[in-house]
């Protein structure tokens, strides 16, 4: 689209009609094309007859601190409640519900967490990287429900869905993070938003699409560069997986962060991480500028406590 077309919708609601004029510089400049000469105002008429929410995934609620989460292979079990709603003119403007385990004694589960299990995609991504007892809300557009036609007698067409999802039961967990060192008794500072982090590390892969080694291999360390120096904030390039592994860590202490693919370098990195290998991250915290203080160690509050969450 063109940048006058794309600001010209933006803020659109179903039903809503609009008149977009743009000048030649949001439109086809100087040159035009084919059939729009160069230096053309434009005015385009537009109704908005459906529109679909994009993909997302919400953390409501953390029972305690994740040092375990849920990956691809892992088995898992959740409560659900599932809904759905149709974003077109004259259709209903409420929630309809199709299913919620929360009333009933029994959880769905357990059952394994893969790409083609019989679940919709987007029910399937909303449940990667959730910890035990950790609470979600995942709106899901139709190209990841149930598509443009729907299914007979359960969805209809075009619709988006809406999950709150619980995760009650987990085995073999993708991402893990164990304690190799202990923080001392009396923590000077913990690593939260937007302190800074000088952090020790050792970097090894397994597996990946061309080599099923298991064992792990070597691929970076701090040995020999002194400390990695950073801001811990959404800002700073940190794969999903050690942000999360590192938050609440104390100065000393010293931990392994295990992390499937997806919360690392899913694609690979050039020259550096081939796709879909799993990362190791050995992790020792030098010191910690503007971290929290404590008299003593403490486990880490949940993460609704501290407004900042290291899924994102």
């Known amino acids: 689209m063109i940048p006058g077309v794309d600001q010209g919708l933006k803020g659109m609601c179903v039903g809503e009609t609009r008149i977009v004029n743009i000048p030649p510089h949001l439109g086809y400049g100087e040159t035009g094309t084919d059939t729009i000469p160069g230096n053309s105002t434009l005015k385009f008429e537009y109704?908005?007859?459906?529109?679909?929410?994009?993909?997302?995934?919400?953390?409501?609620?953390?029972?305690?601190?994740?040092?375990?989460?849920?990956?691809?292979?892992?088995?898992?079990?959740?409560?659900?409640?599932?809904?759905?709603?149709?974003?077109?003119?004259?259709?209903?403007?409420?929630?309809?519900?199709?299913?919620?385990?929360?009333?009933?004694?029994?959880?769905?589960?357990?059952?394994?967490?893969?790409?083609?299990?019989?679940?919709?995609?987007?029910l399937y991504k909303g449940m990667l990287g959730m910890c035990i007892g950790e609470m979600r809300e995942v709106v899901v557009p139709p190209q990841e429900g149930y598509g443009w036609k729907g299914q007979d007698d359960y969805v209809p067409a075009h619709a988006t869905l809406?999950?709150?999802?619980?995760?009650?039961?987990?085995?073999?967990?993708?991402?893990?993070?164990?304690?190799?060192?202990?923080?001392?008794?009396?923590?000077?500072?913990?690593?939260?938003?937007?302190?800074?982090?000088?952090?020790?590390?050792?970097?090894?892969?397994?597996?990946?699409?061309?080599?099923?080694?298991?064992?792990?291999?070597?691929?970076?360390?701090?040995?020999g560069k002194g400390a990695w120096s950073f801001v811990y904030n959404y800002d700073t390039d940190l794969v999903r997986g050690l942000r999360k592994g590192i938050f609440r860590m104390c100065i000393g202490e010293k931990r392994r962060i295990i992390m499937p693919p997806e919360m690392a370098w899913s694609q690979g990195l050039t020259d550096y991480v081939r796709p879909d290998a799993h990362i190791?991250?050995?992790?020792?915290?030098?010191?910690?500028?503007?971290?929290?203080?404590?008299?003593?160690?403490?486990?880490?509050?949940?993460?609704?406590?501290?407004?900042?969450?290291?899924?994102?």
């Not at 990956?71 to 149709?86: E, L, P, T």
């Not at 929360?102 to 769905?108: N, P």
């Not at 357990?110 to 083609?116: A, C, D, M």
């Not at 050995?282 to 899924?311: H, R, W, Y």
């Open 162 to 223: 809406f999950f709150t999802i619980q995760l009650i039961h987990l085995k073999k967990p993708t991402f893990r993070v164990e304690v190799l060192k202990k923080a001392p008794s009396l923590c000077p500072a913990r690593v939260v938003l937007d302190s800074t982090v000088k952090l020790h590390y050792s970097v090894y892969v397994m597996g990946g699409n061309w080599h099923k080694s298991t064992k792990p291999e070597l691929i970076d360390s701090s040995a």
């Open 47 to 122: 109704k908005l007859v459906r529109s679909y929410p994009q993909f997302s995934i919400d953390t409501i609620s953390k029972e305690k601190p994740c040092m375990e989460a849920a990956g691809i292979g892992s088995d898992v079990g959740i409560d659900y409640s599932a809904h759905y709603k149709i974003m077109e003119p004259g259709k209903t403007k409420n929630w309809t519900i199709l299913d919620s385990t929360f009333e009933r004694d029994q959880y769905w589960g357990p059952f394994k967490l893969e790409p083609e299990g019989n679940y919709v995609t987007g």
């Open 280 to 312: 190791i991250f050995l992790v020792e915290v030098e010191s910690v500028e503007g971290g929290i203080q404590e008299e003593e160690v403490l486990p880490a509050p949940g993460l609704q406590d501290t407004g900042f969450d290291p899924d994102l």
